[in-house]
């Protein structure tokens, strides 16, 4: 934690850290209530003069859209919302929970030092548009195509040695005399893991986990490539809002990418108060 | 048949792959009695306790609790304690529920924890700590509690890894006759590893020295030091270290530092049969210097020789001379340190002959 006053030269470069990040998601949501005709206005229109929901309304209700005399898509983006949160919530569980067996193996039962988790990472080690014809064929053989389970399988498998790799470093961070002294106190090896090294590493568990649920979220060409009519998910919606006759529906976008975002900024809220590491300051010598 | 009752390990074995961690350590570790596990960093002091916890399995050998067989057990299922030298304190609990963990574990009933717990911090003087977190102690209270966790159930063994190297040395000495104290009033069974000689000879029942994974010697803290059973252990017990010198056997008399001394029997009858070259050790306080205006008397064994170092070390002084190549450091009061210079040639004499010990070329202790 910083507890020591800025310097001045470091404001200034704060400042604009701070636009290039801010800059962007203002224009986001001030484009998610801009009526069509200021979507891309030129000279740009900053803050619209009349504010408008339009652009939600029609995520839900597609023809809604037709009264500003824009042609719309025919699908509500409902079903993606759903998809989006049923694919992205299970593979982070999974991966997460893979990972912390995974990290906790590695960490404390395994005398290779670098080669195991080397052989993890090894499935990041490539482009994922590299693997992504290979899915395709393996996934018409096996009927996982435009399946929710097809997709859920290959978000765990991509975002696996992520979390295997941000909770070992959490786990090894963490004396093992700490579980060592529950065993002895009369746990056994997995009771000890899930009552003292999983509480102890609370902070690793749920940085990890928005870590794994930010990529998810926000995956496309996996969820591109995979879904035909069954699966949907958010960031294949949002590129569907390019229409013929219209072209692309900017607002229409920006509302959908203002909704996807508001998860993201809870769980960054909520996950805040725990990412302090070093949680096992002053339990041990060092 | 008598069992015997204690720990007692057979053969223990432990290889990390090609590297010999322990080697056929075989020792027992009296019940009520404070054993000690001495030797330098690397020798396998941690890894024998890891071994006989069952925090890691053995390469090989057996180990028995009061009789019964526990090579193959679960920590859990072996009754042991273990303090862990980084301490391993639960950092997200409080003090109360650090000592009450193993009774928590083992569901003890909630009035039970409580009496114990509270009886044992007035006991280990931590009635304060109880609802703070670890990392808001001093070193001596993460200590007590560390100690206290271990204590609160009634194990058939404690296994203490080096559970004073936290500490500052003068809380080291407190802590370690409080820990000697407990021991002893409630005639727990302890087995603790250490580096430090001094500790040992200190705490210690029964001494087992460690080297290189395997077992050195076992002894009592005095024969130790009286009959370090190596070059190694003579060194690495002591302080100043022992001295060592080329030493010759003439004529029934050690002759060293070109002095004569005469040879106790025992070791004369060994010498006059290989009357090869071999080490002498002379602990620091087997010489002492002669001051004027104090003249040697006829009957001791005197030599002559440049001062060359003065160590301060507080009440005394560390002073090592040079005779032929050779240092003899030896021990004088602090306040003969004003009549010293350095290459001032002066006298010393061996006091007790019977006590050099001398070492065969390959470093053993000819009467070990």
């Known amino acids: ?286 | 048949m008598t069992v015997f009752e204690g720990l007692e390990a057979q053969e223990l074995t432990k290889r990390y792959g090609p590297k010999k961690a322990l080697e056929e350590a075989s020792f027992v570790a009296e019940k009520a009695g404070f054993t000690v596990l001495l030797g330098p960093t690397g020798a396998g002091k941690t890894t024998t306790l890891r071994l006989l916890s069952g925090l890691e399995p053995q390469t090989k050998g057996r180990i028995y609790l009061d009789g019964r067989e526990v090579s193959g057990l679960a920590p859990k299922d072996r009754d042991l304690a273990m303090i862990f030298d980084n301490l391993a304190l639960y950092p997200n609990k409080n003090g109360f529920e650090n000592l009450a963990s193993p009774l928590v574990q083992r569901k003890r009933p909630l009035s039970e924890i409580r009496q114990k717990v509270y009886s044992l911090a007035e006991k280990l003087n931590l009635t304060l700590v109880l609802d703070r977190l670890p990392k808001t102690m001093s070193g001596g209270e993460k200590q007590r509690l560390a100690l206290g966790r271990a204590l609160v159930r009634e194990p058939r063994f404690f296994l203490l890894d080096e559970p004073l190297s936290s500490v500052d040395a003068p809380l080291r000495f407190k802590l370690r006759s409080e820990l000697k104290r407990l021991q002893k009033q409630e005639a727990r069974s302890f087995l603790m590893a250490t580096p430090d000689f001094a500790e040992a000879l200190a705490v210690g029942d029964k001494i087992i020295t460690l080297n290189k994974g395997r077992v050195t010697q076992i002894a009592t803290p005095k024969d130790l030091y009286a009959r370090p059973v190596d070059l190694t252990t003579a060194t690495f017990v002591g302080s100043p270290p022992i001295n060592l010198f080329k030493g010759r056997f003439e004529g029934g008399a050690l002759s060293f530092l070109g002095l004569r001394c005469p040879c106790p029997g025992p070791l004369a009858k060994i010498l006059m049969a290989s009357p090869r070259d071999f080490t002498v050790g002379l602990r620091p306080e087997n010489a002492a210097l002669i001051l004027p205006p104090n003249e040697p008397r006829p009957e001791d064994i005197v030599g002559a020789a440049p001062l060359v170092d003065i160590e301060p070390l507080g009440r005394t002084l560390a002073v090592t001379l040079k005779l032929n190549g050779e240092r003899l450091t030896t021990l004088a009061s602090a306040a003969v340190l004003s009549r010293l210079t350095l290459g001032q040639e002066i006298k010393f004499k061996i006091n007790e002959p019977e006590s050099v010990l001398a070492f065969n070329s390959a470093g053993r202790n000819f009467l070990a």
Do not use: C
Not at chain 1, 206 to 224: C, G, P, R
């Open chain 1, 1 to 286: 934690m910083l507890n020591r006053p800025l310097s001045l030269w470091q404001i200034p470069l704060l400042l604009v850290a701070l636009a290039l990040v801010l800059f962007p998601i203002f224009w986001l949501v001030m484009t998610a209530i801009k009526p069509p005709i200021d979507w891309n206005a030129s000279p740009a229109i900053w803050i619209p003069s009349e504010p408008t929901l339009i652009n939600f309304r029609t995520l839900f209700d597609p023809a809604a859209i037709r009264a500003y005399g824009v042609g719309g898509v025919s699908q509500a983006a409902t079903k993606a919302v759903v998809g989006s949160i049923v694919a992205s919530v299970s593979a982070t569980f999974l991966a997460v929970a893979l990972g912390l067996v995974s990290a906790i193996g590695l960490s404390r039962y395994s005398r290779t030092n670098w080669s195991t988790p080397l052989v993890i990472l090894s499935g990041r080690m490539f482009p994922p548009a590299a693997i992504a014809v290979p899915f395709v064929i393996i996934f018409s053989l096996t009927s996982l195509m435009d399946t929710y389970p097809g997709l859920v399988a290959i978000y765990t498998a991509v975002t696996l040695p992520f979390s295997t790799w941000m909770l070992k470093s959490f786990v090894d961070d963490l004396p093992r005399e700490m579980e060592e002294a529950a065993m002895l106190d009369g746990k056994s090896r997995i009771m000890a893991h899930l009552t003292v090294t999983v509480p102890l590493i609370k902070g690793g568990l749920f940085s990890t986990t928005m870590l794994v649920f930010i990529l998810n979220w926000s995956e496309y060409m996996f969820a591109q490539v995979l879904s035909n009519t069954e699966l949907a998910t958010i960031p294949v919606q949002l590129a569907k809002y390019v229409t013929a006759t219209a072209g692309t529906l900017y607002g229409v976008q920006a509302a959908l990418a203002v909704l996807a975002m508001i998860p993201l900024i809870l769980g960054g809220f909520f996950i805040q108060g725990h990412l302090a590491r070093g949680l096992t300051f002053g339990a041990i010598k060092k």
